[in-house]
């Protein structure tokens, strides 16, 4: 149990472009799910704490008009990165929480890498 | 601000030597303590946690992690490793109520065959 899934696992866009990650956890439903960036050799960034239903919570220094989360639904987050640049090649990891749980334990998707052009 | 710290960013074992992972967080309070484990190629998965209780935890895998509170350490222990566990290896904490997960650079373990 406990399955997170992430599409696409790769994609190459050009520069400017617009690219949405989905999230879904595919056997319960999480209330709330995390989006991290992974540097290479580097730790995971947490970018955001998305909550079903409301505005997701950004952490400092990430743009929240640039990386836009929506998630509609007890069972899908998505991340659109907008107007793309090649900075913004990485490896996009998200993670769900299920509720209830006594400990916070996080459930990881396989990620998406993303190349812009 | 909160932090974790890990000791040492590549780790090079023999087969069935031990193994002891260091990490040290900086946070006073009540704490959650996680270590996970990303495979190459796979997503990360988790080893062990702590929340309460007994200070040393047993996970998946024959790994172990001791909570040493006037230490603020969780080190991570295996005593003896196989080249299957040739992974990347991070702890994380958490010290708030949004569940939020605070990393570690991580640790890169290569087990020589």
């Known amino acids: 149990g406990a399955v997170v899934s992430q599409h696409p696992s790769w994609v190459i866009c050009k520069s400017g472009t617009s690219v949405k990650i989905e999230c879904r956890s595919l056997?319960?439903?999480?209330?709330?799910m995390f989006w991290y960036r992974q540097f290479p050799k580097q730790s995971l960034m947490l970018m955001a704490t998305?909550?079903?239903?409301?505005?997701?919570?950004?952490e400092q220094g990430v743009e929240k008009d640039k990386f836009l989360i929506n998630h509609a639904s007890l069972t899908l987050s998505t991340l659109t990165v907008t107007s793309a640049h090649p900075e913004d090649s990485s490896f996009y990891i998200c993670?769900?929480?299920?509720?209830?749980?006594?400990?916070?334990?996080?459930?990881f998707g396989p990620g998406t890498r993303l190349t812009v052009t | 601000a909160q932090s974790v710290s890990q000791h040492n960013h590549h780790v090079i074992l023999s087969e069935a030597a031990s193994l002891e992972l260091g990490c040290n967080y900086s946070y006073g309070g009540t704490v959650n303590l996680f270590w996970y484990v990303q495979y190459p190629g796979q997503h990360l998965q988790l080893l062990l946690k702590y929340f309460s209780g007994d200070p040393l935890v047993k996970g998946i895998k024959g790994f172990e992690a001791e909570f040493i509170k006037s230490k603020f350490s969780f080190n991570l222990r295996k005593p003896s490793v196989q080249w299957s566990d040739t992974a990347e290896y991070f702890c994380a904490v958490n010290a708030n109520s949004n569940y939020q997960l605070i990393w570690g650079a991580g640790t890169k373990l290569i087990i020589k065959p």
């Open positions: 056997d319960f439903q999480a209330t709330t």
């Open positions: 993670s769900a929480r299920i509720p209830g749980q006594g400990a916070n334990e996080q459930y």
């Open positions: 998305s909550n079903e239903g409301s505005k997701a919570t950004y």
